[in-house]
């Protein structure tokens, strides 16, 4: 799986558009990008992945630069209740493992 | 739906214990992976079962193990706990078949303190 990279952190202001870059320029045409996102001291939770086309679902959305090489997650209107880790993370679609490779993140502070 | 449940939620042990930790997937997952986080090295994969089977395995000692039972339940056991070993635990269960998208589904963990 393709290696990401991301911000370690950002901050957002409630209520404006949140919007988190990830690079993964190493990205091979059969793999997807997840998001995922950690509340603290919670699991993780799903929130939205895509291909190649730009997704959009209630919580999110995510838009893919055409080459692939990178991606951007964008809540539109970001509340306190989004401060959390954001991951990104690749994943082949042939892959058939539970095996998600998590990195560190970015650290999204959402301030009043 | 119920969600991925954890028991327990908060466990201390002393070194040199050994440890069972529970997984009860979402209805109708058949796939469940465990996941060690630390604050030094983040979010680590343990490893997976599917259909009772380890599927897929992380970099982790052999201290550390589990199964699964029929009804896609899960434990993990980790034997003579060093205190490196303190960590949330946490516990993702998916539909487990092959699928070009794959939505793992994460439980609230298991806060395992070593003393």
């Known amino acids: 799986d393709a290696k990401t990279t991301q911000p370690t952190s950002m901050d957002c202001a409630e209520g404006r558009a949140a919007n988190l870059p990830c690079n993964h320029s190493t990205i091979s045409g059969n793999e997807y990008v997840y998001w995922y996102r950690q509340i603290h001291s919670q699991g993780p939770q799903y929130i939205i992945h895509g291909l190649k086309n730009n997704e959009t679902n209630e919580m999110a959305s995510l838009i893919i630069t055409e080459d692939r090489k990178s991606s951007t997650l964008i809540l539109p209107h970001a509340t306190l209740r989004d401060t959390a880790v954001y991951y990104c993370i690749v994943r082949a679609s042939s892959s058939n493992t539970g095996k998600l490779i998590f990195g560190q993140g970015t650290t999204l502070q959402v301030k009043p | 739906k119920a969600g991925v449940t954890q028991t327990p939620r908060y466990l201390i042990k002393t070194r040199g214990q050994q440890v069972t930790l529970s997984c009860s997937p979402i209805?109708?997952?058949?796939?469940v992976s465990w996941y060690q986080q630390t604050p030094g090295q983040g979010l680590q994969f343990l490893f997976e079962?599917?259909?009772?089977?380890?599927?897929n395995k992380g970099n982790f000692p052999g201290r550390f193990s589990g199964r699964q039972f029929s009804n896609s339940r899960s434990e993990m056991n980790v034997s003579t706990l060093e205190l490196g070993d303190s960590a949330l635990y946490l516990c993702?269960?998916?539909?487990?078949?092959?699928?070009?998208?794959?939505?793992?589904?994460f439980g609230p963990g298991t806060r395992l303190t070593v003393t």
């Open positions: 209805s109708g997952h058949r796939s």
């Open positions: 079962y599917f259909s009772e089977t380890q599927r």
């Open positions: 993702a269960s998916s539909l487990g078949e092959l699928s070009s998208s794959y939505e793992q589904y």
